[in-house]
């Protein structure tokens, strides 16, 4: 019985991740952005200014890939580059959170309300039962990019 249990889970799991790729390129191209450049603005949302080093290892993005993402969000006026003084060589990544926030926001309202109402929904037991759940798989998905990574 458990096993059955566990099987329904395994295939909930894939349909959820299967179906946040197709919302997020819903998303992304509504945006005029790719599904995956969207999500790279909520990294960039998220930690705020970095260098292209770091977004490039914080995305998992070869520095050339991190380059063109760059220029298509530059030319999108959704960020800029900046050159500390006395190294031209780095380059600091800052992003546009008011631009970037008036273009995702009304793309995204109404489903961060409707998840708010799900969670809602919820006992403060089983909110503790998916945080348990989101955290431990956050672990095993850390660790298994950590695995892929290796050299």
């Known amino acids: 019985m458990k096993a059955d249990k566990v099987v329904r889970l395994r295939k909930l799991s894939q349909q959820h991740a299967y179906t946040s790729i197709q919302m997020h390129e ?7 952005l790719s599904g995956t450049d969207h999500k790279y603005l909520g990294f960039l949302l998220q930690k705020g200014p970095m ?3 770091e977004l ?3 995305t998992g993005l070869t520095t050339g890939a991190v380059t063109g993402l760059v220029d298509r969000f530059e030319k999108k006026k959704l960020l800029k580059r900046q050159y500390p003084e006395g190294d031209r060589r ?13 273009l995702l926001q009304p793309l995204y309202q109404d489903f961060q309300d409707d998840t708010d109402r799900l969670f809602d929904s919820f006992s403060i037991a089983e909110l ?6 989101f955290s431990k798989a956050l672990e095993i ?3 298994k990019i950590a695995q892929l990574n290796q050299k």
């Open 51 to 53: 260098t292209a080093g």
């Open 141 to 143: 998905m850390h660790h």
């Open 128 to 133: 503790k039962t998916m945080e348990q759940y």
């Open 26 to 32: 819903a998303v992304g191209r509504k945006a005029g």
């Open 90 to 102: 780095k380059v600091i990544i800052v992003p546009d959170t008011q631009k970037i926030a008036a």
């Open 56 to 58: 490039a290892r914080l």
